[in-house]
């Protein structure tokens, strides 16, 4: 059965960000739609205060009107209007790229360091790291050319599911081990506390940018 792939980057990057890997789907007879949210990538013109995290979602449900066998794909940031998203609309699976089904409240403002003014997000240091693990330097300089500010509404509103998450879920995990994803969930932690008994986990060590790194493997990933 053909399956239509919605894929939702995360911070900085337009849906050019999923070439590759849309690329690959489509060879394998699947159909892929890389999303661009309001404010970012070629839209970042668009950005200001109505470019919030609903705004995001409704990007996302936007994208699947006229298809069917619906994927949500969200990487990181993504996987916040992800969730959202397929709380409210049919589909026929969820995957989550090194991200997961936050729960009701959660903000991207509290995953990591705050930004420096409530102005648009600045793109991260696109030198290697840990994170960028994979990432040759052809793609570094691409993505420090290419990658935008961010709008600070998405990242300051808290997610509001507005229905139940009830399609198959797969989590790839990339800089997270399933063990350690585990442990966390144990723990309670809220990346991924929200993460049901039956999510299944598959596990593709390499960067936070998996994209960019392995996209065959990725696309593989996303088809099984």
Known sequence: MTETFVLVPGMWLGGWAWD?????????????IPVT?????????????????ERHVADIIDAT???????????????????????RIP????????????PDGSRQLDMGPPPASTGPVPPRSWEPDPLLA?????MLALLAKRSTTHPYASVAQPLHRGG???????LIACTFSPEQIAEMRT??????AAVADDVVIRSLPTGHWPMFSEPV????????
């Open 20 to 32: 590759d890997v849309a690329a690959h789907l489509r060879a394998a007879g699947d159909e892929a």
């Open 37 to 53: 949210l309001t404010g970012v990538g070629d839209r970042v013109g668009e950005d200001g205060p109505g470019a919030d995290l």
């Open 65 to 87: 009107r006229g298809h069917d066998n619906i994927v949500l794909v969200g990487h990181s940031y993504g996987g916040l209007p992800v969730t959202a998203a397929a709380a």
């Open 91 to 102: 589909v026929s699976r969820v995957v989550y790229v090194d991200s997961g089904p936050l």
């Open 134 to 138: 994979g990432v040759d330097e052809e």
């Open 164 to 170: 139940s998450l009830t399609a198959p879920t797969t």
């Open 187 to 192: 723990a309670g932690h809220p990346f991924f």
């Open 217 to 224: 493997r990725l696309a593989e990933l996303l088809r099984a």
